[in-house]
């Protein structure tokens, strides 16, 4: 009993000083953020900045459209959070607690999609939203992200477990479909809803390929798209901490969500995978 | 299931009125899929089923499709870049893959103990999972920069991102410090939900530590070992940013999807593309089954 606390608390010792090195590297990242552009880096040069440039946070709105990128980010991601919300629990309380001939099919083809990759879809999907005239648009950066298979998988099994003894009462009391879906079933799943909704607005905030293809304007461009171009025109290594700031302002609300709700993004994630 | 139940405890309710009231309810039912069946058909299903059309034909947005039969596909057959491509895909692949699953099945085993510290470490592994790829790129680009913090550290002199020798491993090196955070949560959560009188049992046996992991932990969590290989194919075919950010694929380091987008969008050859998302559909779908067949043999 005694070796094995011995070695667990080993086990642990390397799993810390594993995570120390994985947190090290945004350490480092915060650190030359703030140093004055040009600053020694490297062999002999202090981690520390020589001087807190607290003006390099300025910088990052001069030097783009960088206050665009995260207003449209903001709007795409709270759009599309939630328009998931509502079309996957919409759905998923169709599919769980209704019978009509087809349901099932619908169903097995919703989670048949699971399974296929971006890269496989995007190209007659560009094609299609280019037909449709939304490049360039916000309804091409929302619509085509507007529900997901496993949004939809995920809130079917959540209405599963809700009591059909509590919808029946419902609707003795004369509630029809739609107030029962608001006001039985929403409140009964609330901790599955607010799980999915952090998952697909960290997961939209992180989108680069598509807003890639469906935004070359500048003026709707979302943060990766718009990071990705300051970093390319800023190759230089004199604005190495400019850029740096950038790509930390630009997770800082997704940083903050974490730290605030990390049990329910972990929730999220393992739910994403199948695993509760 | 719901009517049929409460009809027998309501017996009186099951005349005409009832009947008419479910049928207009699975209506309605119908009605609350619409909105994502809607989407789907338009925005998956749709393109799914072209994807298998245009790869047949010759076709730049601006001009009309041409039927070129399997031509798209025989230029694949014989094309460096795209077999390069192939590869560099697989090694990318295994190599953050492999490695941020082992990684995070050695973790896991450690962290879901309940020990002092376990869970600020556990935060310290999913942070990078709150970063997104663009700005991790970023981040690494830094990191990696001859004058960076990994020469600086190893006390190397490694020109990471613009040699053919190194920028492979230099991508595989940030996506496992990105990743492997996922897979963690994804173990964690298995290792939660396994019968703990099983470990009792093998503990009052006096089984070790490492006897329990290999013979009650491993074949426990097999069905979850099973989601997250196919979850990390799924990410590894799928991986784009960094390559796009850190290299755009020069040096050796043009991935299937970046190759894809670059074929479709900057060499206006949609055709050709959508050629490989049909030969990238049916490996998926290959290595999906021969994944769920090998890893359910031994049950």
Known sequence: ?276 | MSSTRTMTVLPGRRARGARSLSRRSSLAGFLFAVPALALFALFAIYPAIQVFALAFFDYSLTSAPEFVGLKNFAYLSSDPRFLEATGQTLFYAIGTYGTALLLALMLAQVLSQKLFGAGFVRLLWFLPLATSWVAASIVWRVVLHPDGMLNELLGLDVQWLTSSAYARWALVIMSIWKETGFFLILFLAGMASLPQDVYEAARLDGAGAIRRFWSVTLPLLRPITLVCVIMAVLRGVQAFSPQKVLTNGAFGTEVINLFVYKTAFESARMGRASAVAVIMFIALLAIALVQIRALRRKD
């Not at chain 1, 910088?59 to 459209?65: H, I, K, L, S, Y």
């Not at chain 1, 209405?159 to 009391?173: H, K, N």
């Open chain 1, 1 to 276: 009993m005694k070796r094995e606390r011995i070695a667990s608390s080993i086990g642990l010792v390397a799993a810390a000083a594993g995570g120390l090195a994985i947190f090290s590297v945004l350490v480092y990242a915060v650190l030359t953020a703030f140093k004055a552009p040009g600053e020694k880096m490297g062999a002999g040069a202090s981690w520390w900045p020589a001087e807190w440039r607290w003006d390099n946070i300025a910088r990052v709105f001069e030097a783009g459209n960088f206050d665009t990128y995260f207003l449209n980010s903001t709007i795409v991601g709270v759009s599309v959070t939630v328009l998931n919300v509502i079309t996957c629990t919409a759905a998923g309380y169709s599919f769980s607690k209704f019978h009509y001939p087809g349901r099932n099919a619908g169903f097995i083809l919703v989670i048949a999609t699971l399974m296929i990759p971006l890269e496989v879809l995007y190209v007659p999907l560009y094609k299609l939203v280019f037909d449709l005239g939304w490049t360039d648009s916000f309804a091409g950066l929302i619509i085509p992200a507007a529900t997901s298979a496993f949004g939809i998988f995920l809130m079917k099994q959540a209405i599963d477990s809700v009591p059909d003894e509590l919808l029946e009462a419902a609707r003795l009391d004369g509630a029809g479909p739609f107030r029962i879906l608001v006001s039985v079933i929403v409140p009964s799943v609330s901790g599955t809803i607010s799980a999915l909704a952090l998952f697909i607005f960290m997961t939209n905030w992180d989108s680069h390929l598509w807003p890639l293809l469906v935004a070359s304007d500048d003026d709707y461009r979302t943060l990766p798209v718009g990071l990705a171009a300051m970093q390319s025109n800023q190759l230089g290594d004199t604005g190495i901490p400019v850029i740096l700031m950038a790509a930390l302002l630009a997770v800082l609300p997704t940083i903050a969500l974490f730290l605030l709700l990390q049990k329910k993004f972990v929730e999220g994630i393992a739910m994403n995978a199948g695993i509760k």
